[in-house]
């Protein structure tokens, strides 16, 4: 598993530690990495994750592990949405990967760095995704496109977080999409449906709010 696999996105919102935040897990499947490419599509993923920033980033702060594909491209939602970027993301990276961090990285002055475990990859891995995972304020997960990281991070929040809100995006495909029909969060027409704004409005609108951290069933 590397920082390629996975993005995790958290979103919390503006103005500070009390407001809620939503984990995002984002990735491009890559060739070669098991069969998630085969359903997978670029263009869609990253519609998704700049819907989705649309939809949240000024009520909720976005917290995900440093992907090299998703971190530029919150970058460029951030500006074009005229967001303040540093009060509005946190950023996880494991120091084992700190000779391949995206340019974008410097942009973003809330980045927590996690403690790398020497020469072994997973272990660096999994440290980072359980401290970012078990953050207090986190209310809900997003997993769009993604490789078996997604997977893996899917577990773990629902560890972490049993009762919170669990959104897999389909139609882009990836990890999410084996997500949403094997674990049952959608079927049928919703699995190829496109209209992300639409999507995250419908889920997302209430949370943070008292008593609506429970899980999407359909």
């Known amino acids: 598993m590397g920082q390629v696999e996975r993005g ?12 809620s935040a939503i984990f995002l897990s984002a990735s491009v499947p890559l060739v ?8 997978a599509n670029p263009f869609l993923i990253q519609c998704a994750v700049r819907e989705l920033a649309i939809a949240v980033i000024r009520r909720h702060k976005i917290v995900w592990g440093g992907h090299p594909a998703i971190t530029p491209m919150i970058w460029t939602i951030c500006e074009d949405l005229g967001v303040d970027y540093s009060q509005s993301v946190i950023l996880y990276q494991s120091k ?24 072994d ?11 970012m995972l078990s953050r207090e304020d986190l209310v809900a997960a ?3 496109g993604g490789m078996e990281g997604i997977e893996e991070e899917h577990e773990l ?18 990890a999410a999409l084996n997500l949403a029909k094997d674990r049952g969060y959608f079927a049928d027409e919703a699995l190829t449906d496109v209209d992300f704004a639409r999507l995250f409005h419908s889920h997302l609108k209430t949370i943070g709010d008292a008593d609506e951290h429970q899980p999407v069933t359909g």
Do not use: W
């Open 157 to 174: 929040f629902r560890h972490f977080h049993p009762t919170a809100k669990v959104l897999p995006v389909p139609s882009p495909g990836g």
């Open 32 to 39: 070669g990495r098991g069969t998630y490419h085969e359903t």
């Open 96 to 119: 084992f990967f700190e000779d391949r961090y995206p340019e974008e990285n410097k942009h973003f002055q809330n980045v927590v760095y996690t403690d790398a475990i020497p020469d």
């Open 142 to 144: 997003v997993f769009i």
């Open 121 to 131: 990859r997973g272990a660096s891995l999994l440290a980072m995704r359980e401290q």
């Open 8 to 19: 995790g996105l958290a979103i919390c919102g503006l103005g500070g530690l009390s407001m």
